[in-house]
């Protein structure tokens, strides 16, 4: 059966060029548009759909308190189609939050035409929607259970790194684990699948909820304890050596796995520059990028984890991460930042992790 996607976005033009995209391909069907949020909610009772795509800007009701209406009284996949700015990004964001799957942009000029460059890009995240995990009910301003930490806990960090990669579902993921981390918690590297124009608002937003600092990673930047770094959207961040200390590569080199930030790129750096005193894992996300990389970090003696299916929104990258057996564990999303914690204060953390999963 195709996936049932309906199209809600106030412009009858990108209407008209999401559904002939969409329709292109043969495991989706467009069964219906809607101008507004208003004919979208009758037309989402009379059509049944398996996925929304809906625009931020909508008259008559804005896209965020649809979706927050939407997971509140009918749970279903969402696929944002965001602005390209400052104020877009902010608002798909949120949208995120309030349980949107995943977001594609138009661009500034040249909707129509900039849309058709996004076909590939906008199926792949339907088809990927369609399989997402969504909760039963949604009730407003819900998270992940969290517990949020602000005192410092006295960790020796300064030998110690932590890597997580994440792409769809990842924006919510990240926001879990790093509020659960102390301010003086292991330095963290982050690379997240998110547009250039998104990065920057991201890393603002993580550090305003978490007690560590947050920050869009910069060429050359050192890695200090207590501090998180998210690599830059459409650049690949990599960690590097420098005498006793690490620092950020950004670089612009080929996309890998099919992704620039590429979280592959990033725990190969980390294998290759930090080695055992690492601790990597790998959260919700299309597709498979980070799988192979995380199989190399637990080949290289590294402690790795794998966010579970259950509390996965889709379960593509940790998924595949398991397939290649690449995770030492498999954990829910609740208690990867804890785990991540307790590792980052032992040592020889991957050998002993291999002997817990061998004795199971």
Known sequence: MPIKVLIVDDSALVRQVLAELLDADPEIKV???AADPFIARERIKALKPDVLTLDVEMPR???LTFIENLMRLHPMPVVMVSSLTEAGAEVTLQALELGAVDFVTKPKLGVAEGLRGYGDELCAKVKAAAQARMPAQRHSGTRAPAAIATGAIGYRTTDRLLAIGASAGGTEAIRVVLEQMPPDAPAIVITQHIPAEFSRTFAQRMDRLSAMSVCE???????VPGHAYIAPGGRHLEI??????????ITDTAPVSRHRPSVDVLFRSVRNSVGRNAVAAILTGMGDDGARGLLELREAGIHTIAQDQATSLVWGMPGSAVKLGAACEILPLERIAQRLLQLAGTQDAGSSADREVAAR
């Open 217 to 223: 990673a910069q060429h050359g930047q050192q890695i």
């Open 61 to 63: 009701m804005d896209g």
């Open 31 to 33: 069964v219906g548009s």
């Open 240 to 249: 590097v050596r420098s005498g006793a200390r690490w620092q950020c590569a």
